[in-house]
C-alpha cells in the first residue's frame, strides 16, 4: 500500500500481509475465518514499507508494512520497533493525541491503539470479512475520533475507540452511490473536520461529524492529502503533483504550484509552513501564505510515503523503502 497511492497499493499488500489462512477446507479440516496475528519481531524493522508518521510528544512514531511500528527518540538518528503490536496487517496511518495516546489503521480495517507512547498496541477493531482497508484515523481528543477508508467507509467512535460505529455519508451531488475513496481526515484549528477523496473533492464538517458535505476544489484526481494551516488555511494534494489552497476554510480554491510532478502522498503543517512528499523523491515546502511552493528532488528519485517534522525542526522521510535517516537537509 503505498501511502496513498494507495487504493491500488494496499489492496495487493492486502493479499499477503498480517493474516493466518487456514489450511485448504476438506471435510475432517472445514474452512476457517482469517485471523488477526500478532505483529513479529524483525531484524532489521527499518528497511520496510513505512506509510505514516507523526509525533507523540517528542518521540517520532512511523507504521507501516507487517503491522511494524517505530520508535525514535532522538529525532529520528535511529529507530526501534514497539515492543508488542496486537495485528500484523499492514498500518496506513497513525495519531496521538498527546504523548501518550495514540491510534493506528490499516488493513482489513485494523484500529489499533496505544496508551504509552506507541510501545505496546491493543486491538480495538477488525474486519476479515471483507477486505475494506482504513486509510486514515483522527481524533479530537481522548474520547472522541474517526476512521476513513475504501469505498466511502468513516467510522467513528465517543468512547476513546471501545466501540466504532460506521457513519453513513449522503450522496454526493450528480451521483446515486457514496463509494468514494476516503483518503486522508484531519482537523483545522477551530475542530472542521475535512477528509480529502476522489475526484477532486474534499468533504468538509462543522458538527463534529454529524453531517458532511462536499467541497470541489477544482481537480478531477485523487487527493490523497491534506493539512490546515494558521488561520483558516487548508493545503490538499495528490495525483501529479497537484495541490490546491483554500484560504476561507474550504468555500473557495485556487491551484497552486507544488513544484513536483511525482504524485503527493503526505502533507503536514509546522509553524508557518507546510512540508510535503512525493512519489519520485520530492520534498516540497513553503509558507502557508505563499500562492505556490518549492520542491526538490532526491537523486535517488526514492519514492517517498510520509514526513514528520521532529522538535529540531528538519524534515525526517519515508518511503516504500523504510526511514531515510541521511541526507536530512534543513529547509
Known sequence: MMKRILAATV????????FAHAAAPTAENPPKALSVTPAREWDDPTR???LDATLAGSRIVAVGEHGIVLLSDDNGKTFRQARHVAASSTLTSVYFVDAQ????????????????GGET??????????????????????????????????LSTQDGG???VKQPLPPRPGGARTDLNLYKIFADHVGTLFITAEKGIVLRSRD??????????????????GAAGQGNVIVVGGLLGHMYRSADGGDTWQKVQSGATGSITDLVSSGDHIFGVGLDGFLIQGALDATGFSASQRPDHAALTAVVV???????????NGALTAGRARP
Open 11 to 18: 489492496l495487493s499488500f492486502a493479499l499477503a500481509a498480517g
Open 48 to 50: 520496510f514499507m513505512m
Open 101 to 116: 495516546h495514540g491510534w493506528a489503521v490499516g488493513q482489513w480495517g485494523v484500529i489499533l491503539s496505544t496508551s504509552d
Open 121 to 154: 498496541w491493543t486491538l480495538q477493531r477488525s474486519d476479515t470479512s471483507i477486505d475494506q482497508p482504513l486509510f486514515s484515523v483522527y481524533f479530537k481528543d481522548t474520547q472522541r475520533g474517526w476512521a476513513t477508508g475504501l469505498w466511502g467507509l468513516l
Open 162 to 164: 471501545k466501540t466504532w
Open 208 to 225: 463534529d461529524g454529524t453531517t458532511w458535505e462536499y467541497l470541489q476544489t477544482g481537480n478531477e484526481g485523487s487527493l490523497w492529502s
Open 310 to 320: 521532529p522538535k529540531d525542526g528538519v524534515p525526517l522521510l519515508f518511503s516504500k
